[in-house]
């Protein structure tokens, strides 16, 4: 597996942990979210950061996008 895919399951685990969802919870919201292309995007800043972080920031993210399609 690569780096990228590799922190990719990290950052899955990581927020199922911390919210208290199942795997496949998690995966429907990076799904809906485009969390995997954002965290692929994104990987060399993520990856440097603390769980709490990569968690806090992917909330953020479908944060600004629930806002954002509320605007339109």
Not at 63 to 71: F, L
């Amino acid at each position: 597996m690569s780096k990228e895919t590799n922190f990719l399951i990290y950052c899955m685990e990581r927020y199922r942990h911390f919210k208290g969802l199942s795997g496949a919870d998690v995966a429907k919201i990076f799904e809906e979210y485009g969390i995997y292309e954002y965290i692929a995007k994104y990987f060399e800043a993520l990856h440097t950061m603390g769980e709490h972080c990569i968690v806090q920031d992917i909330d953020n993210y479908i944060s600004d996008i629930k806002n954002n399609s509320q605007t339109t």
